[in-house]
T-cell receptor, first 112, second 114 residues
């Protein structure tokens, strides 16, 4: 079983709608969770960090964490074509000196 | 504060040659991680260095090696290049364990092996 799993997509969402991206993880001891955005041919960029159960909002982005169910999600409101990218979920592994374990990423396509 | 820098940005090498890539972390970051990314693939972890010591290593052959200097700058080396080594090589730095664990990436070095 992979330690961090994401649906590879592509996930196609109409412009202006809410995009919902999900990530599940296997390490119950994980305390922090990260979402990165990667445009084609570019390097990943950190967009959200979440440490506590519940929701964390930053502009059009909301990260949701449910430690009991071991999933973290990213919602993008009012999706724009510029949000089209691959979104990577990352979770530190306590067993590896907190090296980040990465999901394979979900490709998001926003249709104008 | 300046971000992570990587040199060179692009590189073309021939099979059998060796290559050295360089990474300068964000000032104050002592942890440097290296990743390989091929088209359509996720991030494949190579190794991580902290205070000149390799703390973690991914599942790559011994042709892939790295080191870190006392100023936290890091280099990775690939010897006896193979066609399959063509990829985007990413370096990321972190404050961990001196601060938050999140990583910040450089622009990457795109290596093409012919």
């Amino acid at each position: 079983q992979k330690e961090v799993e994401q649906n590879s997509g592509p996930l196609s969402v109409p412009e202006g709608a809410i995009a919902s991206l999900n990530c599940t993880y296997s390490d119950r001891g994980s305390q922090s969770f990260f979402w990165y955005r990667q445009y084609s041919g570019k390097s990943p960029e950190l967009i959200m960090s979440i440490y506590s159960n519940g929701d964390k909002e930053d502009g059009r982005f909301t990260a949701q964490l449910n430690k009991a169910s071991q999933y973290v999600s990213l919602l993008i409101r009012d999706s724009q074509p510029s949000d089209s990218a691959t979104y990577l979920c990352a979770v530190p592994s306590a067993g590896s000196n907190y090296q980040l374990i990465w999901g394979a990423g979900t490709k998001l396509i926003i249709k104008p | 504060k300046a971000g992570v820098t990587q040199t060179p940005r692009y590189l073309i090498k021939t099979r059998g040659q060796q290559v050295t890539l360089s990474c300068s972390p964000i000032s104050g970051h002592r942890s440097v991680s290296w990743y390989q990314q091929t088209p359509g693939q996720g991030l494949q972890f190579l190794f991580e260095y902290f205070s000149e010591t390799q703390r973690n290593k991914g599942n790559f052959p011994g042709r892939f090696s790295g080191r870190q200097f006392s100023n936290s700058r890091s280099e990775m080396n690939v010897s006896t290049l193979e066609l399959g080594d063509s990829a985007l090589y990413l370096c990321a730095s972190s404050l961990w364990p001196d601060g938050p664990v999140e990583q910040y990436f450089g622009p990457g070095t795109r290596l093409t092996v012919t």
